[in-house]
């Protein structure tokens, strides 16, 4: 096994920044990720062979070409394409690479930058092709450039429906409309604090003035509660929602559309940080389970530090901020940075402190409501992988389950290819609002994803031989 | 005021230059793409949106989160099964099998044993 001294889980904004941070003091960085490149979602690069024309790249793009150019040029060593999928005795890594090799590692202090996958609300309809996670469209269109509709209704809430919509309406894609579930009464309180960074505000301006300008039907306080098809989306219902995001009957609107884009928000990846014996708590304000953790990034465990979204959903610049402190505490625990006047992380404390503001206000905007869980019927979906459906819960429920872990054994909700990314926090919720038990999460077990078992065996055969 | 037209583009939209052309092989089928495209591109941009038949209830999947974290666009690639569109460049003599072919396949079995 490999002892190195600082292993960085992720290579997004966080994870990046974290190793530039570390390299810089001078300790041995090592990065995994899953993917071919470096970037993770947000900073992802379009791919190798591609060449985009610099005037088309996005803001995002050159932010992130400035981080990665800062990064290559230092003494870091990345290990792509490789999957982390499990974590032993708090700082030991378990690794599957491309070639399905098995690494193990071990992480003298281990900083883990996973990210967020995005929260996704079951409706009828939900499993057929057609409809899509907003990340999962933008990531096509940024990066593939490929439309893979002929029009868009755009759902959820937050602000990536308003800049995907804004990119979808810049290369030329028919949106039809956007439909957010938050309301925005009583939204001028916030105005003040949303001045405090400018920059960003007016971006945002930015995206609803491409969408007002392209006659883009903007609804608020309005979801979708289904849609329709055979074989694939041929069309989708919508309705008014209230302050709780209950839907109004009554106010049903019809579109007819081949591709949704669903988005509510970002959960943070915190499985790898359960695995390592991290406190994980429930953050209200994000509605997400999170890795506790101090300003420091430091978390329960020693040695663990955690960064970015899979700290706690807040964006790239937030992740950027977070990471640099992370990479700065891990070499200084490793004893670099002996003395030095300023803290080497001291602007990206005082940045977070002034980004906490803004960053309040976008969580109070568009916060999740459960009252939106009315839509799901009987039938519906609730783990796409193993399909359990509604009915088979609330079966499990009346059978005497209060905890999400013997609902998962009961159902095997949960227990499929996705390990449970997407149907945990719905299973909580709708645990919760039948039995009044509070918000549970499911025991995380390596491996986090799945890999083939015929590596796993040959590699044991190697090793007793 | 000048009304903005709006087109309805679908597929690959013109962007930048995009890698050599390649050839690969879908449910039988000879199909372009281009070096640096995902499966899950290729096969959108095609029009190709169920990608596999979910194993209880045979219900058409497609791309869903785009980001290797929900494996509903699994495909079979070169015989390796369960293989992540979304995650997985196309390369040139590539083999893949949706799950449209498997259903295709087992229907025939299935007519052959009544």
Known sequence: MRHVEVIIVGAGPAGLSAAIAAAEAGAEVLVIDEYPQLGGQIYAQTPEAFCLDAALATSEQHQAEKLLKKARSLAIEFLLETIVWGIFDGRQLSTLTKSKTIGEFWAKTLILAPGAYERSVPFPGWTLPGVMTAGGLQKMLKLQWVLPGKSYLLVGTGPLQLVLASQLIENGANVIGIADASSWRNSWKYIPRMLTEPKILFQGLKYLFDIYKARVPFLKSHAIIGVEGDGRVEGAITSDVDEKWHPISGTERIWKVDTVCVGYGFVSSAELAALAGCRIIYEPTLNSWIPDHDGNMRTSVSSVYVAGDGAGSGGAVVAVHEGYIAGVNAAVELGYYKEYKTHPAASSYRRLQCLSKFREVMDRLWAFKPGLYDIVKDDTLICRCEEVTYGDVKEAIADGAEHVNQLKAMTRAGMGLCQGRFCEVNIAYLLQAATGVELQKYTVRPPVKPLPIEHVIAEFEIKSS | ?114
């Open chain 2, 1 to 114: 005021m000048k009304t903005r037209k709006i087109r309805t583009l679908q597929g690959r939209i013109p962007k930048g230059e995009r890698g050599p052309k390649i050839q690969f092989e879908v449910d039988g089928k000879i199909h372009f793409s281009y070096r640096g495209e995902t499966v899950a591109a290729a096969l959108l941009a095609d029009g190709k949106q169920i990608f596999r038949l979910s194993p209880k209830k045979q219900e058409p999947r497609g791309l869903y989160c785009g980001m290797g974290s929900c494996f509903e666009c699994i495909v079979t690639i070169n015989g390796v099964p369960n293989v992540r569109a979304c995650m997985t460049p196309v390369e040139e003599g590539m083999r893949v099998e949706t799950g449209m072919k498997a259903r295709s396949k087992l229907q025939g079995k299935n007519d052959e044993t009544c």
